[in-house]
């Protein structure tokens, strides 16, 4: 039996199934390249009606599109254009194209919509989707729209929103297949049969108690080939993954990853059955957190081309300006050492070299720290080990880059600053292998998001090493005087 407080988002109906549309059958050579996405001349032509005010020709052009491609088009055009199409193809405008937008084209749409027309679109979406439309739109806005809705609708709605941000209670399918213990698989087949009103798709039926709460679950090919006399409880599978409503959403997609999971019950904090994650959730908060983490990396911030540009510049200003303070940093050092530069014309010469390698050093033990802090793979009980492996691979590689530019450099400027910038660079590089572990471990022992400014931190240690032991290396080996 379904949750009774869960809102059906879809009807199983009998009837033959609807005939599939391959990919391949939505390539044409009219509208789509070779690649599958919308032809310039296309787009061209759908602003150009727009511009003329001709809205029975942009209906005519974008029909036969699938909804993806309505989004895709949606977010190619300009942003007076889009309010323009969304009204010259209203009945277009359905629950699969606005799934398929932006983000930010998503907000920007649903503001220029009244609540009544946002609700009306939002009563189609299946719960998890439908917060995804609404949970960026400002509170009065939210509120305007939710009044709107179904009683059932407004209530799931109302308690996804509840959760934080991320989270299982947010993104989890609150409709459910759940059944009592006490049936055996024959029961449960005649209920499949004759329940009327089930989830649209489900690859297991989750067992409860009286109190609702997962004891186990059926597969259904197990529910298939299982004699009709046979109690769930002798078939079901008792072991099985629970996912606490608060989790992150990070955590989830590691715990499907690590257990191979298809779908997995949604608990609250009493143990009882509110929802399930399914693979394809999955997926896309796979892809999310693998995108926010490399633009984290940049401090681009949402890196999104839709963002608008008041967002986007104080997302990226701040790094900036933190990154201007550190280049100080490095450029104190150079000041310290001024007299010898002047001196020697070879040290301005040779030491961006020493800090760029040592720049790029730590850039990839970062990049390989933060996602394996991000995938579980360094963790406390294997800190020290992971930092040993990575100073190891940095002095092989240091002594390998050192060998390379010491014979370059002494070749030009005397074998004794060849051995200078040797010796530099095997101490930088050395330094950027702990440092690009260290500064995300340290994060992440803070609570906070390695991702997020290990790249400053990294930076200024690296430049700053990089010109300190090159320059003083020099001072102390008597090529210029301090």
Not at 55 to 69: G, I, K, M, R, S
Not at 131 to 141: A, F, P, R
Not at 166 to 195: P, S
Not at 391 to 408: D, E, F, K, Q, S
Request: one cysteine or more; proline letters at 4%; glycine letters at 6%.
């Amino acid at each position: 039996m379904a949750d009774p407080t869960a809102h059906d988002d879809d009807t199983l109906l009998a009837g033959p199934p609807e005939e599939e549309v391959r990919p391949d059958d939505r390539i044409d050579d009219e509208r789509h390249d070779e690649e599958n996405r919308l032809k310039p001349e296309f787009v061209s032509a759908v602003e150009s009606a727009l511009a003329a005010g001709d809205t029975a020709a942009v209906y005519e052009l974008v029909e036969p599109l699938h909804p993806a491609d309505i989004a895709d088009l949606l977010e190619l055009l300009e942003r007076e254009d889009r309010t323009a199409l969304a009204a010259a193809i209203t009945d277009l405008m359905s629950s699969e194209v606005v799934a398929e937008l932006n983000d930010h084209v998503r907000e920007q749409m649903m503001e220029a919509l009244e609540p009544s027309d946002v609700a009306a679109i939002t009563q189609q979406l299946e719960t998890d989707d439908a917060v995804q439309l609404l949970e960026d739109l400002d509170e009065d806005d939210q509120k305007a729209i939710i009044a709107e809705l179904e009683p059932e609708t407004r209530a799931a709605v109302t308690s996804a929103l509840a959760y934080p941000e991320e989270t299982a209670g947010r993104l989890m399918n609150r409709t459910v297949m759940a059944v009592h213990e006490h049936l055996t698989v024959g029961d449960l087949i005649d209920y499949l049969r004759e329940e009327g009103d089930l989830t649209h798709d489900f690859h297991e039926v989750f067992v409860v108690d009286a109190a609702f709460h997962p004891v186990g679950t059926c597969a259904l090919n197990w529910i298939l080939t299982t004699p009709r006399g046979v109690a769930l409880t002798d078939v079901m599978k008792r072991d099985q993954t629970l996912i606490p409503a608060g989790m992150d959403q990070e955590e989830v997609a590691l715990m499907f990853q690590k257990y191979a999971l298809i779908s997995a019950a949604v608990v609250d904090e009493s143990g009882r059955l509110v929802g399930q994650m399914t693979v394809d959730d999955i997926v896309h908060i796979i892809s999310e957190e693998a995108g926010e983490d490399a633009l984290l990396l940049s401090g681009a911030g949402d890196g999104d081309i839709n963002e608008p540009i008041r967002e986007a510049y104080s997302s990226r200003v701040r790094w900036l300006v933190a990154n201007l303070g550190t280049a100080v940093v490095a450029s104190a050092i150079i000041a310290f050492f001024g007299a010898a530069i002047e001196e020697l014309v070879a040290l301005a010469v040779l030491m961006p070299i020493v800090a760029s390698i040592g720049g790029n050093a730590g850039t990839q033990t970062m990049a390989v720290a933060v996602r394996a802090i991000a995938t579980n793979q360094l963790t406390r009980a294997n800190t020290w080990r992971i930092v040993g492996r990575e100073l190891r691979v940095a002095l092989l590689n240091g002594a390998t880059v050192a060998v390379l530019i010491g014979i370059a450099a002494g070749a030009l400027f005397g074998w004794q600053m060849g051995g200078v910038i040797a010796i530099a660079m095997i101490l930088n590089i050395a330094v950027s292998g702990l440092a690009g572990v260290l500064v995300p471990v340290a994060f992440e022992r803070m609570g906070q998001d390695p991702a997020v400014a290990s790249s400053v931190f990294v930076t200024m240690i690296t430049d700053s090493m990089g010109f300190f032991a090159f320059l003083g290396l020099a001072v102390a080996a008597g090529l210029a005087p301090l």
